[in-house]
């Protein structure tokens, strides 16, 4: 059974850093991943969306990476700010027809002005 | 504005009081799902809908109905609530296309006495 894991639980940084959010799955064969923000009181909205034959998606100050053979995917922040306080929730989708996404935990960021 | 509609946003009632959380996408999309949040647990897959007519049980589908007689709308029934449902709700859909991004209503926030 696929399980994903989502280190750190928490994070808090100074604005301006760049930092890094991992996501973790057990099960190699996925179809895609996604990166959601969820704002408190909000659903999710989607930031970015890995095929598994991607290494890496962009989109402005953020970039996603894909490592399917270890099970690994990061998103990298640029230039935080305090409107990327939010948590950080990543997805993924088996490798089949159905449509049984897996999340993870997700990562509290806060940016502090 | 394309999005995912779900009503009510907050819902408090009794146990064994039959309720329904409605959800409308406007983007013809043909898959739907539903979910449940809870600290600790992370999201979980409810039951899932690849079109009309076609639903499947997800990962906790457990106390729970859905049903997919149009497109647009994806409605979750709760026959005989119970405390243990008390749960933060999201609807989501996505296009049938191959490797397209789920989007989220904002929510529904349930607490069952």
């Known amino acids: 059974k696929q399980e994903v894991t989502q280190i750190p639980a928490a994070l808090s940084v100074p604005e301006g850093e760049n930092l890094v959010l991992n996501c973790s799955f057990t099960?190699?064969?996925?179809?895609?991943l996604q990166w959601f923000r969820q704002d408190p009181g909000k659903g999710l909205t989607s930031l970015l969306l890995?095929?598994?034959?991607?290494r890496e998606q962009t989109s402005g100050r953020l970039n996603a990476s894909l490592d399917k053979s270890s099970g690994r995917s990061t998103l990298y922040i640029a230039a935080s700010q305090p409107g990327d306080s939010a948590t950080y929730l990543c997805?993924?989708?088996?490798?089949?027809?159905?449509?049984?996404?897996?999340f993870g935990p997700g990562t509290r960021l806060s940016v502090l002005p | 504005e394309a999005q995912v509609t779900q009503n009510p946003r907050y819902l408090i009632t009794v146990t064994g009081k039959k309720l329904t959380v409605t959800c409308s996408q406007n983007?013809?999309?043909?898959?739907m799902s539903w979910y449940r949040q809870d600290p600790g647990l992370g999201l979980r897959q409810i039951y899932y809908?690849?079109?009309?007519?076609?639903?499947d049980k997800g990962d906790v589908p457990e106390g729970y109905k859905v049903s997919r007689k149009e497109k647009r709308n994806f409605p979750l029934i709760l026959e005989s609530p119970s405390p243990n449902q008390t749960s933060l709700y999201f609807c989501?859909?996505?296009?049938?296309?191959?490797?397209?991004?789920?989007?989220f209503g904002d929510g529904t926030r349930l607490s069952i006495l």
């Open positions: 890995i095929q598994s034959s991607q």
């Open positions: 809908s690849m079109n009309v007519e076609v639903t």
């Open positions: 997805a993924v989708k088996g490798d089949n027809y159905g449509q049984n996404f897996v």
């Open positions: 989501a859909s996505r296009s049938g296309r191959l490797n397209q991004p789920q989007h």
């Open positions: 099960d190699s064969a996925i179809y895609n």
């Open positions: 983007m013809n999309h043909e898959y």
